[in-house]
């Protein structure tokens, strides 16, 4: 096998990956009924379906002879605000009460920080007695 051949199965491959991506989140996005599911599938689209799609772009050009890294800016733009605008978009849903509201933590005052529970610690000094 030549190097040619090897890197057009791999634009292929990468093509077969993105589009299947883009698949299941199309589907995914007419199928669920509450606006956070469907915010779940295009997010996994606009991050792994699309990065693998650009991924076959660039293979392909450096094929070509004419290497292009405009897709790496256009990845790296991608991962930067696709979650970033789907965070925005779930708290939107939150907020004007679209959707369950999710349950409040628990009452802990330590889950945070490296403080031990008083009751905690009382059993520690037990235990060392």
């Known amino acids: 096998m030549t190097a040619q051949l090897i890197i057009i199965y791999a634009t292929a491959i990468f093509l077969l990956i993105g589009s299947g991506f883009v698949l299941v989140g199309v589907i995914g996005l007419l199928k669920f009924d509450d606006p956070l599911t469907r915010l779940h599938a295009p997010t996994k689209v606009g991050t792994v379906g699309i990065g693998m799609l650009l991924l076959a772009s660039i293979v392909h050009s450096f094929l070509l002879g004419d ?20 965070n925005f978009i779930a708290k939107v849903h939150i907020h004007r009460r679209a959707c369950d509201t999710p349950p409040s933590p628990p009452r802990d005052d330590t889950w945070s920080t490296l403080d031990t529970p008083e009751k905690d610690r009382d059993l520690e000094t037990a235990a060392d007695a």
């Not at 405009?70 to 696709?82: D, G, N, P, R, S």
Request: no cysteine.
């Open 67 to 86: 290497p292009s890294m405009h897709e790496t800016l256009i990845m790296a733009f991608l991962f930067v605000t696709a979650p970033i605008s789907a």
